[in-house]
């Protein structure tokens, strides 16, 4: 599948071909601190197949619990994250792609799940919190 996407200022736009039956969901606690958030979505593009259409990515190289490095990218401008790589493979062979970042991100489902030992004992039940289409608050009962 073809994909492209961008930061969220645009000074960043990418495109690359992914499969979209890899599409991941990453619970590990680095992936939680790093995206801000309970998990983090990726897809791995192939280096033959990914490309910087404008900008240049700010990198971070984290070393992980395994004393694996990972390069992750992100725009220095509004600070999305963009994708990481092997942080010691130069040239890269593959890119995580942070699926927030990839335009078609709607049609991309996950199918497998990692590091779910670290994962928020909430997150299974998620359907059953209180939502709302937009912004508004629910009501709550009285």
């Not at 509004?78 to 130069?90: A, H, I, K």
């Not at 991309?108 to 608050?137: C, M, N, Y």
């Amino acid at each position: 599948m073809h994909v492209d996407g961008s930061c969220h200022c645009g000074d960043i736009t990418y495109e690359a071909e992914i499969d979209p039956g890899k599409v991941i969901i990453c619970h590990c606690t680095d992936c939680q601190v790093l995206s801000s958030s309970a998990f983090r979505m990726i897809v791995v593009a192939e280096a033959g197949s990914f490309r910087l259409c404008s900008g240049e990515p700010t990198v971070y190289v984290k070393t992980a619990d395994s004393g694996r490095k990972r390069t992750q990218a992100f725009c220095p401008r509004c600070g999305t994250q963009l994708y990481s790589t092997p942080g010691d493979e130069n040239p890269p062979q593959h890119y995580g792609l942070r699926v927030g970042s990839i335009r078609q991100r709607a049609a991309l489902k996950p199918t497998r799940q990692f590091w779910t030992r670290s994962a928020f004992g909430w997150v299974g039940d998620i359907r059953e919190i209180p939502h709302s289409e937009d912004a508004t608050p629910t009501p709550r009962p009285r």
